[in-house]
């Protein structure tokens, strides 16, 4: 599953190389600490927009900026491997920014995918998208779980 944690600029090459194989590209976005059944469903709904999907997955800098300095509770580097080796992941890439319209801009993907609880106009990545002719789509929750409420339930115990 290493193979399938990449940086950005290896990502960019191998797309360049053979679109064919990457094309039509979803990609989507997240911490993704603590992986649970909401995650893999989502993550599976968003595979089967496209051909291929890629997960950017925000560093561990970037989790602290986004969630406290307690998160992540796993490293990225072990996350990034639990993504890797879903069957519906083809490539992890880990980005350090607070936002992913780095990502977005880099990978120009055909397809940006986020969950329900976002609207198109609050997400900072879609002029990105837009520019590089991409579209969005907002994949509804199938089960309300999330990350932080499972450690709010782990403290209670």
């Known amino acids: 599953m290493a193979e399938r944690v990449v940086s950005v600029q290896v990502l960019q090459q191998q797309v360049a190389a053979a679109p064919e194989r990457w094309r039509p590209l979803v990609l989507t976005n997240g ?5 649970h059944a909401g995650h893999v469903h989502y993550l599976e709904q968003a ?6 999907l890629v997960v950017g997955l925000n560093s ?3 989790v602290r900026q986004l ?3 307690t998160r ?7 996350r990034a491997t639990v993504l890797a080796a879903l069957r ?10 607070a ?5 977005v801009e880099a990978l120009q993907p055909d397809i940006y995918v986020k969950g329900g609880d976002y609207a198109t ?28 409420a499972l450690l709010a339930r782990i403290q209670k115990l």
């Open 31 to 35: 911490c993704f600490d603590i992986l």
């Open 47 to 52: 595979r089967a927009l496209g051909r291929t």
């Open 60 to 62: 561990d800098q970037s």
């Open 67 to 69: 969630k406290g300095p």
């Open 72 to 78: 992540p509770v796993v490293p990225e580097g072990e």
């Open 88 to 97: 519906a992941v083809d490539a992890v890439v880990v980005f350090a920014e």
């Open 99 to 103: 936002t992913a319209t780095a990502l």
């Open 121 to 148: 106009r609050d997400l900072p990545e879609a002029q990105a998208v837009a520019a590089g002719g991409g579209k969005i789509v907002l994949i509804p929750f199938r089960w309300q779980t999330s990350t932080s």
